[in-house]
């Protein structure tokens, strides 16, 4: 099992950035995908961005494609999220995740993650 660490959240004004980062322990997450999701209140849990093992691929959900990235340091164990250009839509806790089975591509799918961090709180204020 990975224990999955968030830090960086905060609370900010609109046009402003923050970085995610997402620390592991117990396990390397070297072979796997990495996946970042927000859940603001009252409503679901999204995905926000996921990258592949090797880095080399991702996915970014269409309300922040442009504004954010997802980068990840294997030697590390710390996979990050540039959260540029915010907007109070953003608002929510995010949570890092690790990806079921290794070496696979790519998954928007919350079903397809185990071992949730505890999430860090963003607030973008207008």
């Known amino acids: 099992q990975v224990q999955l660490v968030e830090s960086g959240g905060g609370s900010v004004q609109a046009g402003d950035s923050l970085r995610l980062s997402c620390a592991a322990s117990?396990?390397?997450?070297?072979?796997?995908?990495m996946g970042w999701f927000r859940q603001a209140p009252g409503k679901e849990r999204e995905s926000v961005a996921a990258?592949?093992?090797?880095?080399?691929?991702?996915y970014y959900a269409d309300s922040v494609k442009g504004r954010f990235t997802i980068s990840r340091d294997n030697a590390k164990d710390t996979v990050y999220l540039q959260m540029d250009t915010l907007k109070p839509e953003d608002t929510a806790a995010y949570y890092c995740?690790?990806?079921?089975?290794?070496?696979?591509?790519?998954?928007?799918?919350?079903?397809?993650?185990?071992?949730w961090g505890q999430g860090t709180q963003v607030t973008v204020s207008a």
């Open positions: 995740a690790r990806r079921r089975g290794s070496y696979g591509w790519t998954s928007s799918f919350a079903r397809d993650y185990e071992d």
């Open positions: 117990g396990r390397t997450i070297s072979p796997y995908g």
């Open positions: 990258i592949n093992w090797s880095g080399q691929r991702t």
